[in-house]
């Protein structure tokens, strides 16, 4: 479409938004004045901006830097597998390379499938302690102290039901998130702490209704053993951080004393024996019950702690442990997908980066197909400027992982970030890399259609500077069809917003390499510049804005681009794919011939990591 009709567009989408969904479609139909093109591509955005806000995977950036998303079929919580480059880490420790834009070491990320087992095992055991805990009270209830009211057995037995219910559940193959077994765990922690304290209310009032002092007290006494081993189970069965163990164990502590106030609160004559209790001896009720609170308040602390220290003995026996010959020395980002591992292979010591995939993403779509096939194709890739991958396999938790080359080094995307736009020297010393790796790929019938800073690596390779590493082929999209095309489940706009090509963006058009043309022009604006072609508004405004607004030359943004450098940027960045240039390597020779093409080279590079980036170089 033309970029009239674009404007046209958008227009329809900001006023569709704000119709009610229900009469949208007869709005929509009437404004678009019987242009049925117009309608359906208004309708599609729509569609797109429902989706995404019904999923929360297109919600609006805080910022320009937070609108690099992916645009992705939505997966609970988390995005699709896509390496990426590392963000710089704090603490001086080396940089390197690891697939963020997936694995993101932020605070919140999402436990590996190991650590999810674990917490389906950890709660089948907690629950399962809680079952017979509950029947061994039954019985004792009824077959040995043989209580005469059977209707006091109700609760007891719908709890039952309920735990056993869980349990089934829980043996089950469904994938839980994280957060769906926390409210699980402590759902029914609550289930069982609220039940047996209407028991206890219950039965001791029963009890002191019939004048029964010595077997109200009896209960008393073994909801106070219950609670003992309800609270020793939590700190086995869930270990967590010991605030979160601390707030559970305590309430199990206290709940027995707090239904033992609020019966002699409301039923002052009933309990009138505990205001008796050890009198007769020279003691005080205070005293008679101070020691079985004193004591739960200690069993409390000791579980917490205990919770604690499993947490973190796991947690360094996990990062110790070894795949296969690689040591794990240290985790470089966690989330979504997974983990990436600083590793060294057990007879090489050679270092390298592990990505763990958790293998529950195989019944998402084709996730899992998607990730075998950017190891499979990235490994038949064996350009110097391709990321290179060493090895593959599956541990025996079940986590799928490959092994990588690891890069020490700032991606493009955090290059700029730290230091600011690159000299156009230096961006034209990177780009033609990247020319030689995308020119392999495109040979071979791949579009990688995910080009952008974040996937692009300046690292320290065989004693040379700014060596341009390609990264992440999750999206790599064949021209021949018998690379099954369909996993990357077209139909969907994927990618990164700010750096598609309209034509991914618009999602109408077949992408070719062309796309990745207009990609990496996006890439050398933003090295240029600090910014990339558009950012503003929220992903759709900005898909709208790829395939609509003309692009703002460097220069306006950034004074003192080359001339000869800013047309082969605004050439890349055409919206028609015929007006960009044909292939990559037409593209490298553009850059070869521009004059400041000259101005940086692996000395200059060498000098500037070591005097700007001495650690990420080393």
Same mark, same amino acid.
């Given at each position: 479409? +033309?970029?009239?009709?674009?404007?046209? !567009?958008?227009? $329809?989408?900001?006023?569709? !938004?704000?119709?009610?969904?229900?009469?949208?479609?007869?709005?929509?139909?009437?404004?678009?004045?019987?242009?049925?093109?117009?309608?359906?591509?208004?309708?599609?955005?729509?569609?797109?901006?429902?989706?995404?806000?019904?999923?929360?995977?297109?919600?609006?950036?805080?910022?320009?830097?937070?609108?690099?998303?992916?645009?992705?079929?939505?997966?609970?919580?988390?995005?699709?597998?896509?390496?990426? &480059?590392?963000?710089?880490?704090?603490?001086?420790?080396?940089?390197?390379?690891?697939?963020?834009?997936? /694995?993101?070491?932020?605070?919140?990320?999402?436990?590996?499938?190991?650590?999810?087992?674990?917490?389906?095992?950890?709660?089948?055991?907690?629950?399962?302690? %809680? /079952?017979?805990?509950?029947?061994? /009270?039954?019985?004792?209830?009824?077959?040995?102290?043989?209580? #005469?009211? #059977?209707?006091?057995?109700?609760?007891?037995?719908?709890?039952?039901?309920? @735990?056993?219910?869980?349990?089934?559940?829980?043996?089950?193959?469904?994938?839980?998130?994280?957060?769906?077994?926390?409210?699980?765990?402590?759902?029914?922690?609550?289930?069982?702490?609220?039940?047996?304290?209407?028991?206890?209310?219950?039965?001791?009032?029963?009890?002191?209704?019939?004048?029964?002092? +010595?077997?109200?007290?009896?209960?008393?006494?073994?909801?106070?053993?219950?609670?003992?081993?309800?609270?020793?189970?939590?700190?086995?069965? &869930?270990?967590?951080?010991?605030?979160?163990?601390?707030?559970?164990?305590?309430?199990?502590? @206290?709940?027995?004393?707090?239904?033992?106030?609020?019966?002699?609160?409301?039923?002052?004559?009933?309990?009138?024996?505990?205001?008796?209790?050890?009198?007769?001896?020279?003691? +005080?009720?205070?005293?008679?019950?101070?020691?079985?609170?004193?004591?739960?308040?200690?069993?409390?602390?000791?579980?917490?702690?205990?919770?604690?220290?499993?947490?973190?003995?796991?947690?360094?026996?996990?990062? &110790?442990?070894?795949?296969?010959?690689?040591?794990?020395?240290? =985790?470089?980002?966690?989330?979504?997908?997974?983990?990436?591992?600083?590793?060294?292979?057990?007879?090489?010591?050679?270092? %390298?980066?592990?990505?763990?995939?958790?293998?529950?993403?195989?019944?998402?779509?084709?996730?899992?197909?998607?990730?075998?096939?950017?190891?499979?194709?990235?490994?038949?890739?064996?350009?110097?400027?391709?990321?290179?991958?060493?090895?593959?396999?599956?541990?025996?938790?079940?986590?799928?992982?490959?092994?990588?080359?690891?890069?020490?080094?700032?991606?493009?995307?955090?290059?700029?970030?730290?230091?600011?736009?690159? #000299?156009?020297? =230096?961006?034209?010393?990177?780009?033609?890399?990247? %020319?030689?790796?995308?020119?392999?790929?495109?040979?071979?019938?791949?579009?990688?259609?995910?080009?952008?800073?974040?996937?692009?690596?300046?690292?320290?390779?065989?004693?040379?500077?700014?060596?341009?590493? $390609?990264?992440?082929?999750?999206?790599?999209? &064949?021209?021949?069809?018998?690379?099954?095309?369909?996993?990357?489940?077209?139909?969907?706009?994927?990618?990164?917003?700010?750096?598609?090509?309209?034509?991914?963006?618009?999602?109408?058009?077949?992408?070719?390499?062309?796309?990745?043309?207009?990609?990496?022009?996006?890439?050398?604006?933003?090295?240029?510049?600090?910014?990339?072609?558009?950012?503003?508004?929220?992903?759709?405004?900005?898909? /709208?804005?790829?395939?609509?607004?003309?692009?703002?030359?460097?220069?306006?943004?950034?004074?003192?681009?080359?001339?000869?450098?800013?047309?082969?940027?605004?050439? %890349?960045?055409?919206?028609?794919?015929?007006?960009?240039?044909?292939?990559?390597?037409?593209?490298?020779?553009?850059?070869?011939?521009?004059?400041?093409?000259?101005?940086?080279?692996?000395?200059?590079?060498?000098?500037?990591?070591?005097?700007?980036?001495?650690?990420?170089?080393?």
């Amino acid at each position: 479409m +033309t970029p009239e009709r674009w404007r046209r !567009v958008a227009e $329809l989408f900001d006023e569709a !938004v704000r119709v009610d969904p229900a009469a949208r479609d007869a709005w929509l139909r009437a404004s678009s004045g019987g242009d049925e093109t117009l309608f359906q591509e208004v309708r599609r955005l729509l569609a797109q901006d429902e989706r995404a806000e019904r999923d929360g995977f297109l919600a609006p950036p805080e910022s320009a830097a937070d609108t690099a998303t992916w645009v992705r079929r939505p997966a609970p919580a988390q995005p699709d597998p896509a390496p990426a &480059a590392a963000p710089a880490s704090s603490g001086g420790r080396r940089r390197g390379f690891t697939p963020y834009q997936a /694995i993101q070491d932020e605070p919140g990320a999402n436990p590996s499938l190991g650590s999810r087992d674990l917490a389906r095992r950890r709660l089948r055991g907690l629950t399962t302690t %809680c /079952i017979v805990i509950t029947v061994l /009270i039954l019985a004792w209830k009824y077959a040995v102290v043989r209580d #005469p009211d #059977p209707l006091q057995a109700v609760p007891y037995v719908m709890l039952i039901v309920a @735990l056993g219910t869980l349990d089934v559940v829980l043996y089950g193959m469904r994938p839980f998130s994280p957060a769906a077994f926390e409210a699980m765990e402590l759902g029914m922690i609550g289930t069982v702490a609220v039940v047996y304290s209407f028991a206890q209310y219950q039965t001791m009032l029963d009890f002191s209704l019939r004048g029964d002092a +010595t077997r109200a007290q009896l209960v008393f006494n073994h909801r106070v053993l219950v609670s003992t081993v309800l609270i020793l189970s939590y700190g086995i069965y &869930a270990p967590s951080s010991w605030r979160r163990a601390a707030s559970v164990v305590v309430s199990i502590a @206290l709940l027995p004393f707090v239904t033992l106030l609020a019966l002699q609160v409301l039923h002052p004559e009933a309990m009138g024996w505990m205001s008796r209790l050890g009198r007769e001896r020279g003691s +005080t009720p205070l005293a008679h019950f101070g020691f079985d609170a004193m004591l739960l308040l200690i069993l409390a602390a000791w579980s917490s702690h205990g919770a604690y220290t499993i947490t973190r003995l796991r947690r360094q026996a996990r990062e &110790a442990r070894r795949l296969g010959q690689y040591r794990l020395v240290r =985790r470089l980002g966690a989330g979504g997908m997974g983990e990436v591992h600083l590793a060294e292979h057990q007879f090489l010591k050679r270092p %390298c980066a592990l990505k763990l995939i958790r293998p529950d993403f195989a019944a998402e779509g084709k996730a899992l197909e998607r990730f075998e096939r950017e190891v499979r194709i990235t490994a038949e890739l064996s350009h110097p400027n391709t990321v290179e991958i060493y090895d593959y396999g599956r541990t025996e938790d079940g986590e799928y992982f490959y092994v990588m080359e690891y890069l020490p080094g700032l991606s493009l995307e955090d290059l700029v970030k730290r230091h600011g736009p690159l #000299p156009p020297g =230096r961006a034209v010393y990177l780009l033609r890399q990247v %020319c030689l790796a995308l020119a392999e790929a495109h040979a071979a019938g791949l579009v990688h259609r995910d080009i952008k800073p974040s996937n692009i690596f300046a690292s320290r390779r065989g004693g040379a500077d700014d060596v341009a590493k $390609l990264l992440d082929f999750g999206l790599v999209r &064949a021209v021949a069809p018998e690379r099954s095309p369909e996993l990357s489940e077209e139909g969907r706009i994927l990618g990164t917003p700010m750096f598609m090509s309209p034509e991914q963006a618009t999602g109408g058009r077949e992408v070719d390499a062309r796309s990745d043309i207009y990609s990496l022009g996006a890439v050398a604006y933003y090295l240029l510049t600090g910014a990339p072609p558009f950012a503003e508004g929220g992903t759709i405004r900005i898909l /709208i804005a790829v395939a609509r607004d003309p692009v703002a030359p460097p220069s306006t943004r950034r004074p003192g681009v080359p001339d000869d450098l800013e047309r082969i940027v605004l050439k %890349c960045l055409a919206k028609e794919p015929d007006d960009r240039f044909p292939d990559v390597r037409d593209l490298e020779r553009a850059l070869a011939a521009c004059a400041c093409a000259g101005d940086w080279d692996a000395d200059r590079a060498a000098h500037w990591w070591s005097v700007q980036e001495p650690e990420a170089k080393a």
